[in-house]
Protein backbone atom coordinates (compact mmCIF):
# COMPACT_ATOMS: atom_id res chain seq x y z
CA UNK A 1 0.00 0.00 0.00
CA UNK A 2 2.75 2.73 0.89
CA UNK A 3 4.17 1.65 -2.74
CA UNK A 4 0.88 3.15 -4.26
CA UNK A 5 1.07 6.13 -2.14
CA UNK A 6 4.21 7.09 -3.10
CA UNK A 7 3.71 6.09 -7.09
CA UNK A 8 0.07 8.17 -6.55
CA UNK A 9 1.89 11.27 -4.82
CA UNK A 10 4.98 11.43 -7.60
CA UNK A 11 1.73 11.46 -10.20
CA UNK A 12 0.60 14.47 -8.43
CA UNK A 13 3.51 16.02 -8.44
CA UNK A 14 4.62 15.70 -12.32
CA UNK A 15 1.26 16.32 -13.34
CA UNK A 16 1.24 19.44 -10.86
CA UNK A 17 4.72 20.60 -12.92
CA UNK A 18 2.80 20.42 -16.24
CA UNK A 19 0.20 22.46 -15.49
CA UNK A 20 2.66 25.49 -14.85
CA UNK A 21 2.40 28.23 -17.66
CA UNK A 22 5.66 28.31 -19.84
CA UNK A 23 7.83 31.03 -20.13
CA UNK A 24 6.75 33.26 -22.31
CA UNK A 25 8.13 33.86 -25.77
CA UNK A 26 10.97 36.24 -25.98
CA UNK A 27 11.28 36.07 -21.95
CA UNK A 28 15.11 36.34 -22.74
CA UNK A 29 14.65 39.31 -24.51
CA UNK A 30 14.91 42.13 -21.84
CA UNK A 31 17.64 45.13 -21.65
CA UNK A 32 20.15 44.76 -18.45
CA UNK A 33 19.96 47.46 -15.77
CA UNK A 34 22.80 48.76 -13.88
CA UNK A 35 23.60 48.28 -10.20
CA UNK A 36 21.34 49.76 -8.14
CA UNK A 37 18.31 50.15 -10.56
CA UNK A 38 15.18 48.33 -10.14
CA UNK A 39 14.65 45.29 -11.82
CA UNK A 40 12.43 45.20 -15.35
CA UNK A 41 8.85 44.01 -15.12
CA UNK A 42 9.14 41.90 -18.17
CA UNK A 43 5.62 42.52 -18.10
CA UNK A 44 5.04 46.08 -19.14
CA UNK A 45 6.33 48.14 -21.58
CA UNK A 46 7.02 51.15 -19.67
CA UNK A 47 10.50 51.07 -17.29
CA UNK A 48 9.99 54.01 -14.64
CA UNK A 49 12.11 55.55 -12.28
CA UNK A 50 11.60 58.33 -9.68
CA UNK A 51 13.56 61.01 -10.13
CA UNK A 52 15.68 61.99 -6.70
CA UNK A 53 14.95 64.38 -4.80
CA UNK A 54 16.51 67.91 -5.30
CA UNK A 55 17.12 67.07 -8.83
CA UNK A 56 14.95 69.35 -11.52
CA UNK A 57 13.02 68.97 -14.16
CA UNK A 58 15.39 70.92 -16.24
CA UNK A 59 18.45 68.71 -14.83
CA UNK A 60 16.87 65.81 -15.89
CA UNK A 61 16.41 67.46 -19.15
CA UNK A 62 19.70 68.97 -19.04
CA UNK A 63 21.33 65.32 -18.39
CA UNK A 64 19.24 63.58 -20.94
CA UNK A 65 20.88 65.72 -23.67
CA UNK A 66 24.13 65.27 -22.32
CA UNK A 67 24.10 62.12 -21.52
CA UNK A 68 22.63 60.58 -24.55
CA UNK A 69 25.44 62.52 -27.05
CA UNK A 70 27.75 60.57 -25.55
CA UNK A 71 25.90 57.63 -26.64
CA UNK A 72 25.66 58.38 -29.85
CA UNK A 73 21.97 59.07 -29.35
CA UNK A 74 19.96 62.04 -31.05
CA UNK A 75 17.33 64.32 -29.94
CA UNK A 76 14.87 64.71 -32.95
CA UNK A 77 11.66 65.64 -31.08
CA UNK A 78 10.43 67.24 -27.95
CA UNK A 79 6.94 67.05 -27.22
CA UNK A 80 5.72 69.38 -24.89
CA UNK A 81 2.46 67.74 -23.84
CA UNK A 82 1.54 69.55 -20.60
CA UNK A 83 1.85 73.21 -22.56
CA UNK A 84 -0.47 71.77 -24.84
CA UNK A 85 -2.99 70.63 -22.36
CA UNK A 86 -2.49 74.71 -20.58
CA UNK A 87 -3.21 75.99 -23.99
CA UNK A 88 -6.56 74.20 -23.93
CA UNK A 89 -7.20 75.73 -20.82
CA UNK A 90 -7.01 72.57 -18.92
CA UNK A 91 -3.83 72.49 -15.66
CA UNK A 92 -1.82 69.86 -16.78
CA UNK A 93 -1.35 68.62 -13.39
CA UNK A 94 2.40 69.29 -13.48
CA UNK A 95 5.07 68.37 -16.40
CA UNK A 96 3.93 66.16 -18.86
CA UNK A 97 6.87 65.40 -21.57
CA UNK A 98 7.61 63.30 -24.03
CA UNK A 99 11.11 63.29 -26.04
CA UNK A 100 12.36 60.94 -28.27
CA UNK A 101 16.04 59.34 -28.86
CA UNK A 102 17.58 58.04 -31.90
CA UNK A 103 20.44 55.71 -32.78
CA UNK A 104 20.85 54.78 -36.17
CA UNK A 105 23.51 52.29 -35.24
CA UNK A 106 21.66 49.82 -33.43
CA UNK A 107 18.07 50.95 -34.99
CA UNK A 108 19.35 50.21 -38.42
CA UNK A 109 19.58 46.16 -37.10
CA UNK A 110 16.41 46.21 -36.33
CA UNK A 111 14.48 48.05 -39.44
CA UNK A 112 16.53 46.73 -42.26
CA UNK A 113 15.11 43.03 -40.84
CA UNK A 114 12.05 44.70 -40.12
CA UNK A 115 11.31 47.68 -41.40
CA UNK A 116 7.61 47.93 -39.84
CA UNK A 117 9.29 48.29 -36.38
CA UNK A 118 9.68 51.97 -37.76
CA UNK A 119 6.48 52.54 -35.86
CA UNK A 120 7.94 52.56 -32.41
CA UNK A 121 10.81 54.73 -33.66
CA UNK A 122 12.20 56.72 -32.35
CA UNK A 123 12.33 55.42 -28.83
CA UNK A 124 10.26 57.49 -25.91
CA UNK A 125 11.71 58.90 -22.85
CA UNK A 126 8.54 60.51 -20.71
CA UNK A 127 9.36 63.01 -18.06
CA UNK A 128 6.36 63.58 -15.87
CA UNK A 129 4.88 64.68 -12.45
CA UNK A 130 2.24 62.12 -10.55
CA UNK A 131 0.92 62.86 -7.10
CA UNK A 132 3.11 60.71 -4.38
CA UNK A 133 1.85 58.74 -1.09
CA UNK A 134 1.33 62.39 0.34
CA UNK A 135 -0.61 64.03 -2.43
CA UNK A 136 2.38 65.77 -3.63
CA UNK A 137 3.65 66.35 -6.97
CA UNK A 138 6.87 63.68 -7.38
CA UNK A 139 8.81 63.93 -10.91
CA UNK A 140 9.36 60.60 -13.05
CA UNK A 141 10.87 59.61 -16.07
CA UNK A 142 9.94 56.35 -18.25
CA UNK A 143 11.02 54.26 -21.13
CA UNK A 144 8.91 52.70 -23.89
CA UNK A 145 11.22 49.33 -23.25
CA UNK A 146 12.43 48.28 -27.39
CA UNK A 147 12.68 44.62 -26.58
CA UNK A 148 8.79 45.23 -25.39
CA UNK A 149 8.28 46.56 -28.30
CA UNK A 150 9.89 44.19 -30.86
CA UNK A 151 7.50 41.38 -29.21
CA UNK A 152 5.14 43.03 -32.07
CA UNK A 153 7.44 41.60 -34.66
CA UNK A 154 6.48 38.07 -35.67
CA UNK A 155 9.73 36.19 -35.67
CA UNK A 156 12.42 38.78 -34.69
CA UNK A 157 15.63 38.18 -36.23
CA UNK A 158 18.68 37.28 -33.82
CA UNK A 159 20.22 40.31 -34.98
CA UNK A 160 17.24 42.56 -34.44
CA UNK A 161 16.91 40.98 -31.09
CA UNK A 162 20.40 41.99 -30.21
CA UNK A 163 19.76 45.04 -31.15
CA UNK A 164 16.70 45.95 -29.25
CA UNK A 165 18.12 44.30 -26.45
CA UNK A 166 21.54 46.85 -26.89
CA UNK A 167 19.44 49.67 -27.25
CA UNK A 168 17.66 49.14 -24.28
CA UNK A 169 20.36 48.90 -22.04
CA UNK A 170 21.64 52.14 -23.30
CA UNK A 171 18.12 54.02 -23.10
CA UNK A 172 18.01 52.31 -19.22
CA UNK A 173 21.58 53.89 -18.61
CA UNK A 174 20.52 57.11 -20.16
CA UNK A 175 17.21 57.30 -17.92
CA UNK A 176 18.65 56.24 -14.71
CA UNK A 177 21.85 58.25 -14.81
CA UNK A 178 19.09 61.32 -15.58
CA UNK A 179 17.12 60.83 -12.89
CA UNK A 180 20.13 61.29 -10.90
CA UNK A 181 20.52 64.42 -11.79
CA UNK A 182 24.27 63.54 -14.07
CA UNK A 183 25.44 65.31 -16.69
Given amino acids: MHKFALIYLMLLMLSACSAVKPIAINSELIGQVSEGMPAIDNSTAIYELA ?47 VQSFCNLSLGTDIFLDHPEFLVFA ?8 KPNTNHQLKLFIALARPTYDLRSIKAPTLRAKKAAQELETS ?3 IIYRASQGDI
Fill in 171 to 173: LLK
Fill in 51 to 97: VRDGVTYQDVVDSLKSISVGMNFVNPANFPIAEHIKNRGIDPQGVKE
Fill in 122 to 129: PCRIAIYE
